[in-house]
């Protein structure tokens, strides 16, 4: 089973990445053939500093090794040493209809924000369909909100076998986490970096402690219960509590006699620690800056040897 994920350098990773798609991907990466990249190519559609390119490459790369990718176990690499990815893109894009694209829900919500729409930004999918495709993949773990670009490279796929010949592009599925494929954030909303709502992965405690203390709350009194429902605080806590931890922490909620400053700090003690040991395996990365170029290399070259070879089967059926 061969298993394929990707994570967009547009920042320092927030937490709803790590749960969204590096926790689950920090196991999968046990159970089957995985191939984990960073889609320095989809940045490009919101980010035009190439230092801060080139610097946000790098800190994903040594967070995600921090958080537990192991490198004899996952082939891990650039997008963008990986060129098959953007010519099998545009040999999809000829056959991917407009309508479709024109539906994709991440397109207008980001539109909708406020962020400016670019050609980019619009084919995205086109360009994550390849770059799932272009590895014949098996199996690709998605957030709930990238589970329609998941069934737009799963149509695509079928339109090019259908129009090329059964065989041309293998059909992915989808592996989605329910309950935590959409982790809030600070507001409640999404935790995205597009909302400034977010909690860093490794965010200095100082700031942490701001961020998590700084959560909106209603206005009820210490003594009174505290509504459950759409609970921020709550919600986060699931995250990194156990199954007994957030059930007392959900009693404490309903009988009262809590104020909201103390839920908080429960919560910025589980978000601390949760991350200890990922902390100090980061810093030993850090300080071992060949490693992280070392990795990066030889997993470009492993996945290049399997793009080429999808690469030129897709060519010789669409005539190339």
């Keep these: 089973m061969r298993i394929l994920s990707g994570l967009q350098p547009t920042g320092r990773l927030h937490i709803g990445n790590y749960f969204g798609m590096m926790e689950p991907s920090l196991r999968l990466q046990h159970e089957g053939e ?61 056959i991917t209809p407009m309508p479709m694209l024109e539906n994709c829900h991440s397109y207008k919500d980001k539109t909708a924000h406020g962020i400016v729409a670019n050609v980019g930004l619009f084919t995205y999918p086109v360009l994550m369909a390849a770059d799932i495709l272009i590895y014949d ?21 079928t339109k090019m076998n259908h129009t090329f010949g059964e065989g041309t ?61 759409n609970s921020s605080i709550l919600n986060l806590y699931r995250l990194f509590a156990s ?34 040991d990922a902390r100090a395996k980061r810093a030993e990365i850090v300080a071992n800056p060949q490693y992280v170029d070392a990795v990066l290399k030889a997993g470009a070259e492993k996945a290049r040897a399997v793009a080429t070879k999808t690469i030129a089967r897709v060519r010789t059926a669409v005539g190339l």
């Design 137 to 157: 993949s098996d199996l690709v773990p998605v957030g709930k909100d990238q589970k329609q670009h998941l069934e737009v490279a799963r149509d695509i796929a």
């Design 169 to 229: 592009l293998k059909i992915p599925q989808p592996r989605i986490r329910e309950e935590t494929a959409v982790v809030p954030g600070l507001d409640g909303q999404k935790m995205s970096k597009s909302y400034g709502n977010t909690i860093g992965l490794f965010e200095e405690e100082k700031a942490l402690k701001k961020k998590i203390m700084g959560i909106p709350t209603d206005s009820t009194p210490v003594e009174e219960p505290k509504s459950t429902e």
């Design 243 to 276: 199954d007994a931890e957030y059930a007392q922490m959900e009693a404490d909620f309903r009988k009262g006699g809590i104020g909201y400053g103390e839920f908080k700090k429960r919560l910025l003690e589980k978000t601390w620690t949760y991350f200890a």
């Design 34 to 94: 995985a191939f984990y990249f960073i889609a320095d190519y989809h940045s490009l559609t919101s980010l035009h500093d190439a230092k801060q390119l080139r610097e946000n490459v790098r800190d994903l790369a040594i967070d995600f090794l921090a958080c537990g990718l192991d490198p004899e176990k996952a082939v891990f690499f650039k997008q963008s040493e990986v060129p098959e990815h953007t010519e099998l893109a545009w040999i999809l894009s000829t």
